[in-house]
């Protein structure tokens, strides 16, 4: 990437963030709070899309994850417990459910392991709903309280969303720091080829737990927002669906890519609010635009990004290739 | 114990059901890679197109035809030509999600042009009891046992006896010998998305009456056709109907004998064990891989 | 001296077919012994058994005069013993450069410090130097995918020493390359082997390479060993002309 391009792109993210902080100033309290849920589901989105995007592991238990993450911050919370607090729980309790749920990818791959974490999926749904001594069954939980953090309060839908968008930037940073790092070479590696991978000394079986178990860590922050976000929890909104929500996201967005969970999360939450015009018939365009775009460009809509830039770098080259030869014809 | 034969019953009759679904699902796979989130809606829809044809007036055979017809143009060769065939080349995932998106498309539709309300069916096989040695036992679960028996047997007869039967397994397990020998393998795979289009009518028309026309009853019958193959063997016609039974019968005993709650846990434990311990599936042979 | 490499009655049979039928020999170090035989002599079949890919049947691995039989590849490899494959295995999305730097990264520092560390795991420059190496320069931050046949056989073989390895497998890694390039990585490795005094295996069926590229040859036939010993002797064997070179 030349440098000019380079500026540019910071230029245009410096703009977005801009955007995203001044803009929702005046917006309405519906507003606020779709763009916080957007917020909360591109970090969800994240997680995921490290696990099958950078690592290569279909996971259809995401979903499962944020229920986990609005269960713990809901119970606990509403106990008492500060927000950060549950955060901590929460962080620790998906590592290791994650991690857990790693193992079935050691054995069985592809369609297999979707079916397993799809499984999964609908195993925490029936416990977020039965065990109503924890969860409330589906009478759920209410009047979930919103933090305080550095003693302002976020009881506003303003500040929340701040909370929301602080987050994101956090953990967007984070991801960005794992990726670059060797461990994201090594998830790599393990995508494009796991028997290669081995073979340079990578452990394909501890980076593969790995995946699992921080993609599912991000789910839990998600749904750790989510609960008082909505300030109410119940059983409905983590059923399998969210699941195949997350993972359109993922794939919309453009799978392997740093910023696809944020344009995915986009098309699944803003747009059916765009569409709303529609009224009852928003969902199903809905589902039109995300079949057309993937007939158009399966990679998502990074992809066709990613296309346009490695075709020009293509055609660069073989410009470099053709100069050198017409140099090397008239020296000659 | 006659409490246990009943469940036994219902139970394969749902399952002969859930096996007709999970056989066109294993077909899909086969012939062309697709994993079709949507088989539980593909169910849903014929009824509901039946049902349409009715308010137009026509008698119920008539509606039932037409109703096989349209879902064997939509679900069959649109969904082929329109969906299928352009995302093909691309890859297992993003076909998928298409499918996924495919499920809100259609569960979205029927709630706007139809109703957001069940709708009552009328059934194909006479309802009420019948007594088998001295034991009442529903006729519909009867009923519907017997027409999705013939329906498999039919369906495995085609492909095991018939000259044409050959071709599509050909066509689905080796394209490129297959299209060597002469195999016409594009009309073959055309050909296992119309049976799948005519199995999913016919399952249309044997759940419905059992559970109403409703928009969101396919995510059920989706998942359960989804477990019935894979607990059978995702790559054969024989292991789906075994599964597909299986699952109907463990369904059914775990309805009546693990707590209602945690019911539908039980085939989903059966899946992972059968996932984890014996991938291919219970009738299934190990898919070849390669290093 | 123990050798670098010492292999001792190895047997791998799948159902009823022998694939390795009882095959020793040792290797030392500095040596670059090259492993000929026809198609389906078990030489890919022995390779995997050495490398942890398929567990022996029978028999032992030694490394170094430790028994490493049925190790994880990927322990194996940060053990010292390295490889390329038959058919070309670079990562194509990442940089050359990051394909290099992946192939040395496990070899130093913990899990955590791969994850709290420099992103570059502090390899940039050693990474740089294999590509001046193998004169990959101009391309070192293109993906790999890009390169042409050749330039990435030439990066495959690259990645193999990165890691700093003791034994280094290279399986056919003239395949289809075109003949320029194949002077060049026969310079190269020929070069490494005696810079950095690497012992490498060789499976080749270009026998030109082969006997010009080797210290000793052996050769298998049926998954039994049917002749080891110096290229000359080898050319003048003829058990191996019938059954090999003959034809």
């Known amino acids: 990437m030349s440098k000019n391009s380079r500026l540019l792109l910071a230029a245009l993210a410096v703009v977005v963030i801009a955007g995203l902080i001044v803009i929702p100033m005046n917006f309405n309290r519906y507003g606020l709070y779709i763009l916080s849920q957007w917020a909360v589901m591109t970090i969800a989105a994240m997680g995921l899309n490290l696990t099958l995007g950078y690592a290569g592991q279909v996971s259809l238990a995401q979903g499962a994850f944020v229920g986990i993450g609005a269960y713990g911050a809901a119970i606990l919370t509403s106990h008492g417990w500060p927000l950060i607090a549950a955060l901590g729980l929460v962080i620790v309790i998906c590592f290791i459910v994650g991690w857990l749920l790693g193992y079935p990818a050691l054995r069985v791959q592809h369609h297999y392991l979707a079916f397993v974490t799809l499984a999964f999926s609908t195993l925490a749904f029936l416990v977020f709903r039965n065990e109503s001594w924890m969860t409330n069954g589906i009478y759920g939980i209410s009047n979930i309280p919103r933090p305080e953090i550095f003693g302002f309060p976020t009881r506003k839908p303003l500040p929340f969303y701040y909370l929301c968008l602080g987050s994101l930037a956090l953990v967007t940073l984070a991801m960005w720091w794992l990726i670059r790092s060797p461990w994201g070479r090594a998830f790599m590696a393990l995508r494009e080829n796991p028997i290669r991978a081995q073979s340079l000394g990578i452990d394909t079986r501890r980076y593969t737990l790995m995946a699992f178990a921080i993609g599912s860590v991000l789910g839990g922050i998600a749904g750790v927002l989510y609960a008082p976000l909505t300030q109410y929890v119940d059983p409905v909104p983590f059923n399998l669906q969210l699941s195949l929500d997350l993972l359109m996201m993922v794939i919309v967005g453009g799978a392997g890519f740093m910023l696809g969970p944020f344009l995915g999360a986009m098309i699944a939450v803003l747009l059916p609010e765009w569409l709303r015009v529609a009224e009852g018939y928003y969902l199903m365009l809905y589902a039109l635009a995300v079949i057309a775009l993937l007939i158009y460009s399966p990679t998502g809509i990074l992809g066709i990004l990613d296309r346009y830039l490695s075709s020009r770098r293509t055609q660069a080259a073989s410009a470099l290739r053709a100069a050198a030869q017409s140099k090397l014809e008239a020296a000659q | 114990m006659s409490n246990l034969l009943d469940l036994i019953v219902a139970g394969l009759a749902t399952g002969a059901i859930y096996a007709l679904v999970a056989v066109g699902f294993t077909l899909l796979w086969q012939t062309s890679q697709t994993i079709n989130f949507a088989q539980g809606e593909f169910v849903m829809l014929p009824a509901f197109l039946m049902l349409a044809v009715m308010h137009l007036g026509a008698p119920f055979w008539l509606a039932v035809l037409v109703g096989v017809l349209l879902s064997t143009l939509l679900l069959g060769l649109a969904f082929k030509m329109l969906l299928v065939d352009p995302m093909l080349r691309h890859g297992v995932l993003p076909l998928a999600i298409a499918t996924m998106a495919l499920a809100i498309g259609i569960k979205e539709a029927v709630k706007q042009f139809f109703s957001a309300e069940a709708s009552p069916f009328p059934s194909i096989v006479p309802v009420g009891d019948v007594s088998i040695l001295g034991r009442a036992i529903s006729l519909q679960s009867l009923g519907v046992l017997a027409v999705a028996i013939l329906a498999v047997v039919g369906l495995t007869t085609l492909l095991n006896r018939t000259s044409l039967g050959h071709q599509m397994q050909a066509a689905a397990q080796n394209p490129t010998v297959a299209r060597i020998i002469g195999v016409p393998v594009e009309r073959m795979i055309l050909l296992t998305f119309l049976i799948n289009a005519v199995l999913v009518a016919l399952a249309s028309l044997l759940i419905t009456p059992i559970y109403l026309a409703k928009f969101s009853s396919g995510e059920v019958l989706g998942q359960a056709a989804f477990i019935a193959a894979i607990v059978g063997g995702f790559n054969q016609v024989r292991g789906a109907i075994a599964g597909g039974l299986l699952i109907g019968v463990v369904d059914n005993l775990a309805a009546a004998y693990v707590s209602t709650q945690y019911r539908a846990a039980v085939p989903m434990v059966l899946l992972i064990l059968v996932i984890l311990f014996r991938p291919q599936g219970l009738l299934g042979r190990a898919e070849e891989r390669t290093v | ?247």
């Open chain 3, 1 to 247: 001296m123990t050798a670098v490499l010492d292999v001792r009655d190895v047997k791998k049979s799948f159902g009823g077919i022998t694939a390795v039928d009882g095959v020793s020999f040792d290797v030392q170090e500095g040596e670059i012994l090259g492993l000929i035989g026809p198609n389906g002599c078990g030489k890919s079949t022995l390779f995997n058994c050495i490398l942890g890919q398929l567990v022996p049947s029978a028999g032992e691995v030694r490394v170094d005069g430790k028994l490493v039989t049925g190790q994880r590849p990927a322990e194996l490899n940060r053990l010292g013993v390295s490889r390329t494959f038959q058919l070309l295995q670079v990562f194509p999305k990442l940089s050359v450069r990051d394909n290099l730097i992946l192939a040395g990264q496990e070899h130093r520092g913990s899990m955590m410090s791969r994850l709290f560390g420099p992103s570059d795991a502090g390899l940039t420059e050693t990474a740089d130097q294999m590509i001046g190496f193998f004169k990959l320069e101009h391309l070192a931050d293109e993906p790999a995918g890009g390169l042409s046949y050749g330039q990435q056989k030439l990066l495959d073989a690259a990645m193999a020493f990165m890691g700093g390895p003791r034994l280094v497998l290279l399986d056919e890694p003239a395949g289809g390359v075109n003949p320029t390039m194949l002077g060049d990585l026969k310079e190269r490795l020929i070069a490494i082997n005696r810079e950095r005094r690497a012992t490498f295996v060789v499976i080749e069926h270009n026998m030109e390479f082969v006997m010009s590229l080797c210290s000793r040859v052996m050769v298998m036939a049926e998954g039994k060993v049917l002749a080891i010993g110096k290229p000359d002797e080898i050319r003048a064997n003829p058990a191996v002309v019938e059954a090999y070179l003959g034809h």
